[in-house]
C-alpha cells in the first residue's frame, strides 16, 4: 500500500537515524509478522476455519486470546508457551516498536526504552537478541 504525501520521497533516506541498526529493526518487525502470523494459524484451528480476524488484533492481544481458547480447550502446552514464549517475546518486540529517539552521547541518533529498562539504548545485539526470542517463539508454538 503507498501513502499519498506531499513531501519527496527522498526524505525518507534523509530522516536521522542510526544506519547501523535499520536492517536489525526490520528484522525485527518481520520476525514479529512472522509470530503474528503463527498465532493466528492456531486460534483458526481452535475455531475450526480460517479467519484474518487475528490480524486485526495487536500482537499481544492475539496472544491473549490465544490463551483463552487454548484453556478453554485443554491445551495445557500452548498456555504453557503463552507463559514462557508468547508473552516474553511479545514483551521484548514492544519495548523496540516502542523505543523512543534520542541522540546519544556518541552523537548518533539512538532508540532506547521508553521507561529506561535495560537494554536502555538498543544496539545490534539487543535488537538481534529480540528477533532470535520472536524467532524462538514461532518454532515453539504447539500446533
Do not use: C
Not at 518487525?29 to 509470530?35: E, K, P, T
Not at 492475539?62 to 503463552?82: G, P
Not at 526504552?113 to 517463539?137: H, S
Amino acid at each position: 500500500m503507498r501513502y499519498m504525501t506531499s513531501i519527496p520521497d527522498s526524505y525518507a533516506d534523509s530522516m536521522p537515524s542510526d544506519p547501523d541498526l535499520l536492517v536489525d529493526l526490520g528484522r525485527v518487525a518481520w520476525a514479529a509478522a512472522r509470530l503474528h502470523a503463527g498465532v493466528r494459524d492456531s486460534i483458526n484451528k481452535h475455531n475450526g476455519s480460517t479467519s484474518m480476524a487475528p490480524f486485526e488484533l495487536t500482537l499481544g492481544q492475539a496472544i491473549a486470546d490465544l490463551e483463552k481458547l487454548a484453556k478453554n480447550n485443554d491445551r495445557a502446552d500452548q498456555a504453557d508457551w503463552v507463559r514462557d514464549f508468547g508473552r516474553p517475546a511479545s514483551r521484548l518486540r514492544n519495548a523496540v516498536i516502542h523505543a523512543v529517539t534520542f541522540t546519544a552521547p556518541d552523537g548518533k541518533q539512538a532508540i532506547g526504552t521508553v521507561d529506561r529498562t535495560p537494554p536502555g539504548r538498543f544496539l545490534v545485539p539487543d535488537l538481534r537478541a529480540v528477533t532470535l526470542a520472536l524467532i524462538e517463539a514461532s518454532m515453539k508454538l504447539p500446533a
